[in-house]
């Protein structure tokens, strides 16, 4: 039983960091993806006053 639990402990040193990474990646790229939406909507919407000088 002692050591299944010491295995089980050596899979979760190793899993514990890379899950982690992942999340941090990607929590990175859904940040810069709706960045980049955001942008792209209010470019849009005032995409019409470029012309004109009032933006």
Do not use: F, S, T
């Not at 039983?1 to 190793?14: H, I, P, R, S, T």
């Not at 890379?18 to 980049?36: E, M, Q, S, T």
Request: aromatic share 10%; glycine share 8%; charged share 25%.
């Amino acid at each position: 039983m002692k050591k299944e639990k010491g295995q089980l402990g050596a899979v979760a040193k190793l899993a514990v960091p890379i899950i982690g990474a992942v999340i941090v990646v990607a929590a990175a790229v859904a940040y810069i993806c709706l960045k980049l939406a955001d942008e792209m909507r209010y470019n849009e919407k005032w995409k019409d006053y470029d012309d004109c000088g009032w933006h």
